[in-house]
């Protein structure tokens, strides 16, 4: 395996960003991540310095090696408006002990691209809700009830979820998870999500993560107020009719009338 794509990719940058960095070019570079061309002990001496790490990693690396650089430490600096990391802090730190640590375990995937594909989801998510609720139902009422019911809807959860920012720093992640806890037990209820998913969560010792036992106890208080419910409009739809007095077959006046 490749040192310098592991690096590269940890620490969030492009194989064009570090062909700048080394004034090379990027098919030199990438020549280098797939091992046709080795890595001069000049540019080894640059990439050793620029990220903060041994020149060893950056050629043809080990199992164990690999595992040397996910439990190293990083460090977050800013470059070209982007968050990348680095093996030591900034120059400018005097007591490390202040700064955030990071530790990225995926090689495969940089940071931006993690971004991107969550920022992609954002969108699909809200394109996906603009789309339920402007349905066209082919009648102006039906829509205009449509938008105003589903509107309260997601109005209403949009609110709950943003008062998660007015909750104390430490009681931000609990409380995230309690809403996603009630969300777990809803649709375990209506049977949009399986009890063996649920049996799978655990919170840890910190109380933070999904509760199984919470998600499976409020579950079954849901079922039991909305069982009854829609057995009554079952039963309401199937009698709709049987006790409608006879149909009037008398013509209708007309118009004039």
């Given at each position: 395996?490749?040192?310098?794509?592991?690096?590269?990719?940890?620490?969030?940058?492009t194989?064009?960003?570090?062909?700048?960095?080394?004034?090379?070019?990027?098919?030199?570079?990438?020549?280098?991540?797939?091992?046709?061309?080795?890595?001069?002990?000049?540019?080894?001496?640059?990439?050793?310095?620029?990220?903060?790490?041994?020149?060893?990693?950056?050629?043809?690396?080990?199992?164990?090696?690999?595992q040397?650089?996910?439990?190293?430490?990083?460090?977050?600096?800013?470059?070209?408006?982007?968050?990348?990391?680095?093996?030591?802090?900034?120059?400018?730190?005097?007591?490390?002990?202040?700064?955030?640590?990071?530790?990225r375990?995926?090689?495969?995937?940089?940071?931006?691209?993690?971004?991107?594909?969550?920022?992609?989801?954002?969108?699909?998510?809200?394109?996906?809700?603009?789309?339920?609720?402007?349905?066209?139902?082919?009648?102006?009422?039906?829509?205009?009830?449509?938008i105003?019911?589903?509107?309260?809807?997601?109005?209403?959860?949009?609110?709950?979820?943003?008062?998660?920012?007015?909750?104390?720093?430490?009681?931000?992640?609990?409380y995230?998870?309690?809403?996603?806890?009630?969300?777990?037990?809803?649709?375990?209820?209506?049977?949009?999500?399986?009890?063996?998913?649920?049996?799978?969560?655990?919170?840890?010792?910190?109380?933070?993560?999904?509760?199984?036992?919470?998600?499976?106890?409020?579950?079954?208080?849901?079922?039991?107020?909305?069982?009854?419910?829609?057995?009554?409009?079952?039963?309401?739809?199937?009698?709709?009719?049987?006790?409608?007095?006879?149909?009037?077959?008398?013509?209708?006046?007309?118009?004039?009338?």
């Open positions: 395996m490749n040192g310098l794509k592991i690096i590269r990719t940890k620490c969030n940058f194989i064009g960003e570090i062909a700048d960095i080394l004034n090379v070019s990027r098919q030199l570079v990438s020549a280098w991540e797939n091992s046709r061309k080795e890595i001069s002990a000049k540019r080894l001496r640059q990439l050793s310095e620029f990220f903060g790490i041994d020149e060893c990693f950056f050629g043809e690396i080990t199992e164990e090696q690999k040397q650089l996910d439990e190293k430490a990083m460090f977050l600096f800013r470059y070209h408006d982007k968050d990348i990391f680095k093996y030591k802090p900034d120059k400018t730190v005097k007591d490390i002990s202040r700064v955030m640590v990071y530790f375990n995926n090689e495969e995937t940089s940071l931006s691209e993690e971004y991107n594909k969550l920022k992609k989801q954002q969108e699909d998510t809200i394109e996906r809700i603009d789309s339920f609720i402007g349905k066209k139902l082919g009648h102006m009422e039906s829509e205009m009830m449509r105003t019911n589903y509107t309260k809807i997601y109005g209403d959860f949009a609110g709950l979820i943003e008062s998660i920012d007015e909750q104390k720093p430490h009681l931000k992640v609990p995230r998870f309690e809403i996603i806890d009630v969300l777990d037990a809803m649709r375990l209820a209506f049977g949009l999500l399986d009890e063996e998913t649920v049996s799978g969560y655990r919170k840890s010792e910190y109380f933070v993560g999904r509760d199984n036992d919470h998600i499976f106890k409020l579950a079954e208080a849901i079922r039991n107020h909305w069982l009854p419910i829609e057995d009554y409009h079952e039963k309401l739809r199937a009698n709709f009719g049987k006790n409608l007095p006879p149909k009037n077959n008398n013509p209708l006046p007309s118009v004039e009338v």
